[in-house]
C-alpha cells in the first residue's frame, strides 16, 4: 500500500519498522486522517510479526510547545513518563510499543485496541469514565510538564471568533439552517468574546486530556485506556465531561434521544470524581462550566465543518462512520439541549456578567 500513502507517511511507518523487532508487515491499513496547516496526522493498522498494532504519525510543525497543535505533545506524553505516574487508579495509557521521529513526524505504535463496543455503552459507564477522568483533572500540580497545552479553550474560542462571521455569511448548504438556528449564539460571542472565559474563571484548572470521548477511550476489563493525547494540557475543570458529551454526539456515538441522558450523567460523575480528590466546589458552578463548555465546543465544531464546503456529508460521514442523516440527527439533539442554555451562557445581561 505505499505506493498510494503520502511521502511524510512512508517516511514514518519506515522509521516505526525499525524500532520493533518483528517489523512492519506489508499491508498497512490507512484508517484515519485529520488536520492541515498547523497539524495533520494519520492512524494506521498494521502487524509486526503476528502482533497487531497501531501507528500513529503527527506530522511536525513550527510552533512553541504549549500551542494547541503540538506536533511533539502526544510523543513527549508517553515517552516522559509524567503522564503514566500521574494517572488516576482506573485510567491507563494505551500500551505504547515504540516512539521515534522522522524529519516530518512523531512516530507512536501502539498495541491495537478494540473499540468495538462504543455504540453499546451505557449511561454508567460513561457516568464511571468522567468520575475517573475528574479525579484526574481535579488532582493539584506541582510540577506541570513543559510539553502540555496551556490555552487550548483559549484557542478554541480564537479560532472560533475568527470564523464565525464567515460561516454566518455562507454556510454550507447542509448545515445551513442549523447556523441559522444558532446565529444569536455566534453573534453574542463575537459581541463579547471574553465572556465564556469569564464564566470560566469560576473554576479552578487543572490537567485535562481535552478529546476525551467514545473512540479515544478503551474498556481493557477494568482499566480504561486513553488515546490521543495530542491536546492534553490544562484547561478549566469541566473541559474533559463538556468533550465526553459533544463529541460523542458529533460523532454520531450517542442515540440522540440519549444525548440528554449522556449529559446528566456525565456531569453527575464528574461531580463525584471532583469530590472524590477532597476539591469544594460548587456542584451548580461546575455544571454551568461543562455546559458552557459544550457551547463553545459546539460553536467551533459548526465552524470546522463548514470548511468541507459542498463535501460536508460526505466528509463528515467518512470520518464519523454514519450516515450523515444520522449525524443530524445528533447534532439536532445537541441544539435542543443547549441552545436554550447558550443565550443565558454568552448574555451579559445576566446576572453577574
Known sequence: MSGDLDGWIVDGLAAAAAELPGGLA????????????????????????????????????????????????????HRTGWLADRLPEGLALAPCLATTTTDEAAVLVLDRIDFDDVGARTEDWYHEFARRLARLS???VD?????ASHHFIEEELR?????????????????????????????????????PLRRLAAVPVGFQHLDAFSRNAADLGGPIALID????????????????????????????????????????????????????????VLAEAIDTL???????????????????????SSIAGHAFEHLVREWEALT?????????LLSERRGGG
Open 229 to 284: 493525547w495530542a491536546y492534553a494540557g490544562f484547561a478549566p475543570l469541566g473541559a474533559d465531561a463538556a468533550a465526553m458529551v459533544v463529541i460523542n454526539a458529533l460523532y454520531g456515538d450517542a442515540e440522540p434521544a440519549r444525548v440528554p441522558e449522556l449529559r446528566h450523567a456525565v456531569v453527575d460523575g464528574y461531580l463525584a470524581g471532583v469530590r472524590d480528590s477532597g476539591v469544594t466546589l460548587d456542584a451548580d
Open 26 to 77: 506489508d499491508d498497512v491499513e490507512q484508517i484515519h486522517g485529520s488536520g492541515g496547516g498547523t497539524f495533520s496526522s494519520t492512524v494506521l493498522r498494521a502487524r509486526s510479526g503476528d502482533r497487531p498494532v497501531v501507528v500513529k504519525l503527527v506530522r511536525r510543525n513550527d510552533v512553541p510547545a504549549d500551542h494547541l497543535f503540538s506536533w511533539r505533545r502526544e510523543l513527549d506524553a
Open 138 to 140: 481535579a488532582t493539584p
Open 336 to 344: 435542543a439541549l443547549f441552545l436554550p442554555r447558550s443565550e443565558e
Open 143 to 147: 510540577d506541570p510538564p513543559d510539553w
Open 159 to 195: 479560532l472560533t471568533v475568527e470564523a464565525a462571521p464567515g460561516l454566518m455569511r455562507s454556510p454550507a448548504v447542509a448545515i445551513a439552517e442549523m447556523v441559522s438556528i444558532w446565529s444569536p449564539a455566534y453573534e453574542a460571542l463575537l459581541a463579547a468574546p471574553d465572556l
Open 294 to 316: 459544550c457551547v463553545l465546543r459546539w460553536l467551533r465544531f459548526l465552524t470546522q465543518v463548514n470548511e468541507a464546503g459542498p463535501e460536508i456529508s460526505g466528509v463528515a
